[in-house]
């Protein structure tokens, strides 16, 4: 199994600041995810993060709200920019191999904005 | 959207078997099964996949019909740290995004 460490686990942030969340996994994996949990929702597909590439996002997210790095196999970053109450949310990294096909989830990042 | 429909929610007795169902009636032939649960205020927690035969492991078992259009997941001797919300998920192949549905809210009851 992968470890996923996420950074910051919460933060409280200030309408129009924007906010960067990190995504570290102690092995290399082929496949990483971000996913937003909105309170009392299911989690929602935001972008798959290519590994030197532009990420691929989902119908609804666009890389000026939600601009995505992916350096190397094991790190990502997911920044949340000129934020809303509106992103008031859990921020989740999900990564997996294709080898197992199986996806490990990180214990997500509680992101409030005021 | 998501491809498989699963009810709410479910109560289930401490100890006795947990039978949660999913329809997946659009599955196609090269697509699998995939079961996850989220407990409150952690990640979603891989359980269990399949194709077309029916899979056991340390944590469940995933029945698929014959013509692969539902599922039951069982937790065979469920207790209170089996409460949780569990999808059941559609999925193309092994490298493949994740959709999750609204999944199935399970209380397990003392």
């Known amino acids: 199994s992968a470890v996923i460490s996420q950074k910051p686990s919460r933060d409280i942030c200030q309408r129009g600041t924007s906010l960067t969340i990190q995504c570290q996994v102690d092995?290399?994996?082929?496949?990483m995810f971000w996913y937003r949990q909105q309170p009392g929702q299911s989690l929602t597909l935001i972008a798959t993060a290519n590994q030197g590439s532009e990420a691929t996002y989902e119908s609804g997210f666009v890389i000026d709200k939600f601009p995505i790095s992916r350096p190397n196999l094991t790190f990502s970053t997911l920044t949340v920019s000129n934020m809303s109450p509106e992103d008031s949310s859990i921020y989740l990294c999900?990564?997996?191999?294709?080898?197992?096909?199986?996806?490990?989830f990180g214990e997500g990042s509680r992101l409030t904005v005021l | 959207d998501a491809k498989t429909t699963q009810p709410p929610s479910m109560d289930c007795a401490e100890g006795r078997a947990a039978n949660l169902p999913c329809n997946h009636s659009t599955i196609s032939g090269n697509e699998y099964v995939y079961w996850y649960r989220q407990i409150h205020s952690q990640g979603p927690q891989y359980i269990i996949h399949g194709l077309k035969n029916n899979e056991t492991n340390e944590m469940a078992s995933l029945i698929i019909t014959e013509d692969r259009k539902s599922s039951t997941l069982i937790l065979p001797h469920a207790t209170l740290r089996d409460t949780a919300v569990y999808y059941c998920i559609v999925r193309m192949n092994r490298d493949d995004k994740i959709i999750f549905g609204k999944g199935t809210r399970l209380h397990i009851l003392p």
């Open positions: 999900s990564v997996g191999t294709r080898n197992t096909g199986e996806l490990f």
């Open positions: 092995s290399q994996v082929t496949m």
